[in-house]
């Protein structure tokens, strides 16, 4: 019965998602948010974001003005904007530790938090996140964290998440000497702290030694955050001293204690620290196994790693397979950040007659879109010269 209702949840998106002009926020207090949603018996859905944040502005320019999209919001949840960093939507972010954004939030009818997605999201990819938000398969419950918004932080820890340019960070001395003095090592405000700043070994392995407590009370997703963060500790300790062995022992922490995307986890922190410790054949094999996996699906991700390549590698049989690398993306997504990365590769690698080619289509690109192509035309001048 529990996975046909789960089922039945999830087709309710399709079955309501009527074409819609514009979401309909419902942008009042978290009390009034929360007696509608009980009233209607709907979802809520939190859009978290800043004033500061790229990534919201393009998300509301592209993904939320879509029908299907308006619609699907507007019939399945109580919709809210919330800007993350004053009045109760800062409340919400040290309650629920949301650092990132954009970041989406969803709720039962009940109030309950129980499922959270970050980054930006494409259409289809939005589509996914509001159904699998309404399956119940996929829902976390966290039941460490209490009704109210007002939590009696320390001032430390409220000052993390002041607003951008006023944000301050405490020192090691200050986080550990306060978990040094707490008795309830999973209480709403110690988990907040725990999971917000690095702490010292005999505090971190407290956290790793009972993590299926911490995911009874706060749900998988905030738990794995704090994975990721110490793993990826380790592995900037490996980089710095430029040790493979300890690249090793941040790979077998994964296989250990990252339930979810570990193969993708290791790929990506062994692509990392090839890339920074500048080992350039390594990096290529890294990538290599990446795409055999995944392919050229995160154009994002591969424009990434192909711009660093051109910034900092000068080993032209990998520039140039970084080249054929970006030929795939542009194939698929010919935008102008891509297609001026993919110039910017031939022009490395002396192929000055596609360069400029490329240069120009992503010139033409850059301007039906409004960007700024200074930089691809100053690159066309050194391809033009360089003939």
Not at 28 to 33: D, G
Not at 140 to 165: C, I, M, Q, R, W
Not at 190 to 206: I, P, Q
Request: proline content about 2%; aromatic content about 14%; glycine content about 4%.
């Amino acid at each position: 019965m529990k996975r046909i209702f789960a089922a039945l949840m999830v087709s309710a998106i399709a079955l309501n998602s009527a074409m819609a002009d514009e979401v309909n926020y419902f942008n009042k207090s978290w009390a009034e948010i929360k007696a509608k949603a009980k009233a209607e018996h709907k979802y809520i859905f939190i859009d978290c974001y800043t004033d500061w944040c790229g990534w919201c502005k393009v998300m509301d320019k592209e993904t939320m003005v879509d029908p299907a999209i308006a619609g699907a919001l507007n019939n399945n949840f109580i919709a809210v904007k919330m800007d993350m960093e004053h009045g109760e939507g800062s409340k919400m972010s040290m309650k629920y530790h949301i650092s990132a954004f954009p970041s989406f939030m969803f709720f039962t009818p009940d109030g309950e938090f129980v499922y959270e997605a970050v980054g930006y999201q494409k259409t289809d990819e939005f589509t996914k996140t509001l159904k699998n938000a309404m399956d119940k398969t996929k829902q976390f419950h966290a039941t460490g964290f209490s009704a109210s918004l007002d939590v009696d932080y320390p001032e430390f820890y409220k000052l993390a998440y002041a607003e951008n340019g006023k944000r301050k960070f405490p020192d090691a001395a200050t986080v550990n000497g306060y978990l040094d003095k707490q008795k309830d090592m999973y209480s709403e405000i110690t988990w907040g702290v725990l999971s917000r700043f690095d702490a010292n070994e005999k505090h971190t392995k407290f956290f790793l030694d009972n993590i299926k407590k911490y995911e009874q009370l706060y749900g998988a997703v905030d738990v794995n955050n704090k994975v990721d963060d110490i793993i990826y500790d380790h592995l900037k300790a490996a980089i710095k001293a430029k040790d493979e062995k300890k690249l090793a022992s941040t790979l077998a922490m994964v296989d250990k204690y990252s339930k979810e995307d570990a193969a993708d986890k290791k790929a990506s922190y062994r692509m990392n620290f090839y890339k920074e410790t500048q080992n350039w054949p390594k990096y290529e094999g890294a990538i290599n196994e990446y795409i055999a996996k995944n392919g050229f699906e995160n154009a994002e991700y591969f424009n990434s790693i192909c711009w660093n390549l051109f910034e900092k590698c000068d080993n032209k049989p990998i520039l140039k397979k970084s080249a054929e690398w970006m030929q795939k993306v542009v194939e698929k997504e010919p935008q102008y950040a891509y297609l001026d990365t993919y110039a910017s590769l031939l022009y490395k690698t002396g192929n000055l007659k596609e360069a400029e080619t490329w240069a120009n289509k992503a010139i033409a690109a850059g301007k039906e879109k409004g960007d700024d192509v200074s930089a691809t035309a100053t690159l066309l001048e050194k391809i033009k010269s360089g003939k």
